[in-house]
């Protein structure tokens, strides 16, 4: 049952229709990127004047755009432009999903933003599952810098915490090897992860940043979940340094 109901458990899309009109506080455009496969993929952009750079953002494994492009605008609040994807099946989005599909998809929107911005202005910013999308594209990419927010060692890491009784090895489709991708990436690399994280094991996150080349800093914030970082003055007071590292 696990093996071919894994996806329910990873993935969490909800949909929204077509026609549907996003509504935030800042201004953004709206765009749409073809996959050689036949998928559509929605992504969203918000576009600043004289932003301090760009942030390639991947998303956490629930919701979908109209959810998380509230959460960017954080972001552009601190003057960064922000381009952020839905994932196939998510939102407006459509395909088939796999792992090598969420790989060769960042990749695409990585395009985009080369397009847009010179590579030395990329951020790439990884949460929780994002970071496993976002750790892969940076080991093909010279981004200026890597953020991760709540990520995971690999996914075999985290399963086992919940299902330690089955043959996940054999089970698994989906890998998500960032411990093996982090070691290629050669730009500075931030890591944010909370204490109390009920989803992704704080250890799991610290494992990830032993395997990371230097330059590289680990974060701890200390009672932070999964969901919350962001409230914790910890996040607030080092995220603006991490955005800003050369």
């Known amino acids: 049952m696990l093996y071919f109901l894994q996806e329910k458990f990873i993935f969490l899309p909800t949909k929204l229709p077509q026609n549907h009109v996003y509504q935030f506080s800042e201004s953004f455009e709206e765009f749409f990127l073809n996959t050689p496969d036949g998928a559509t993929l929605n992504g969203l952009h918000f576009k600043i004047e004289d932003p301090k750079g760009v942030i390639l953002y991947f998303h956490?494994?629930?919701g979908d755009l109209s959810r998380w492009g509230e959460i960017a605008t954080y972001f552009v609040?601190?003057?960064y432009?922000?381009?952020i994807m839905d994932y196939r099946t998510y939102g407006k989005s459509t395909g088939k999903l796999s792992e090598k599909h969420l790989f060769s998809d960042a990749q695409l929107f990585y395009n985009?933003?080369?397009e847009n911005y010179r590579e030395k202005e990329i951020t790439i910013y990884g949460r929780s599952l994002g970071a496993a999308i976002a750790t892969q594209l940076a080991s093909k990419t010279k981004p200026s810098k890597l953020v991760l927010e709540t990520p995971f060692y690999n996914l075999y890491d985290v399963a086992k915490t919940r299902f330690s009784f089955l043959p996940l090895k054999l089970l698994l489709?989906?890998?998500f090897e960032s411990n093996r991708y982090i070691?290629?990436?050669n730009c500075p690399i931030t890591i944010f992860h909370g204490t109390e994280d009920a989803i992704v094991p704080y250890e799991s996150g610290a494992s990830l940043y032993r395997a990371a080349n230097e330059p590289k800093e680990f974060i701890t914030i200390e009672g932070g979940g999964h969901n919350d970082l962001v409230q914790f003055s910890?996040?607030?007071k080092n995220i603006g340094n991490a955005l800003s590292i050369k």
């Open 60 to 62: 956490g494994n629930a």
């Open 77 to 79: 609040k601190k003057s």
């Open 81 to 83: 432009a922000v381009i």
């Open 112 to 114: 985009y933003a080369l």
């Open 173 to 175: 489709k989906y890998q």
């Open 183 to 185: 070691q290629k990436v």
């Open 234 to 236: 910890t996040y607030q």
